[in-house]
């Protein structure tokens, strides 16, 4: 089939639901994009629904998956916790269930045959070496007290907020040179991002930040907003570190509002298409399906900034 030609969804084409977080960042919609075109050009059928970052929409819509009888259930859950119950409900009726991006918190592993998605703790990780190996804070350079670094995490209970809260501390480890000061979650958006990044400056020891850690750029983008209108200057006074790599990112960096972004890969359709194919075929897939991800700096966004595709 030629590139872009699209096959009609024929009447015997497989049916595949698929529930998505919502909109709320500039990753999300290039991941939805992702999904819908290479479902589309596979000639599959698809069912989206958008649960608008709610957990409660998404078991719904997992429900009327089931009810439709669709012939594979994909899904991005909002949350890790408290899929137990209606993935049983899948595996009753026969419904095959493939995760995208984020991982569930289960204690059987045979209600979901895959994941594919991103390695979130090791983004953490690439987050804070970037601070402690390549940053202008890095370890060894003379300074006057610990590094005030603040968090703004992503979604509470989502798998990326806590994966990636934990790769950043288990690099940070016991060394008291680097504190994190305040942690709260902006919920992956950049307007709440921009509160409470206000908060964080407005709070006590608030005018002594050297660093923001934010699980995505839309908070970043978001904060560095902040940032400016409190009069210091994102990228110099308060070193702006991030993950996903969207355009809005290498946008910040060409200004130099933004010193890094780590790679999260949202355009995961091609690989669900795959793994649809695998299942209906009834071929072995393995558990966990990862993407291969980098780190861009400032120094190389304008170079790389043309070759990006999200
Ligand atoms: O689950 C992936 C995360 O969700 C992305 O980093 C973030 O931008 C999105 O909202």
Redesign the pocket.
Known sequence: LAAGCARDAGGDAPVVGFSQ?GA?????TANTRSVRSAIEEAGFRLRFSDAQQKQENQIKALRSFIAQRVDVIAF?PVVESGWETVLREAKAAGIPVILT??SVDVSDESLYVTLIGSDFVEEGRKAARWLLEESPLRRGEDREGPVRIVELQ?TVG???AIDRGKGFREVLGDDQDYRIVRTQSGD?TRARGKEVMEAFLKSEGGDNIDVLFA????MAIGAIQAIEESGLRPGEDILVIS??AVRGAFEAMMAGKLNVTVE?NPLLGPQLVDAIRAVQEGRELPRRIVVEESVFTREQAAEVFPSRQY
């Open positions: 977080v709320e960042s500039e990753w999300r991005s991006d984020r992503g989502s798998a990326p992956f699980h995505n750029d839309d993950i996903d999260c």
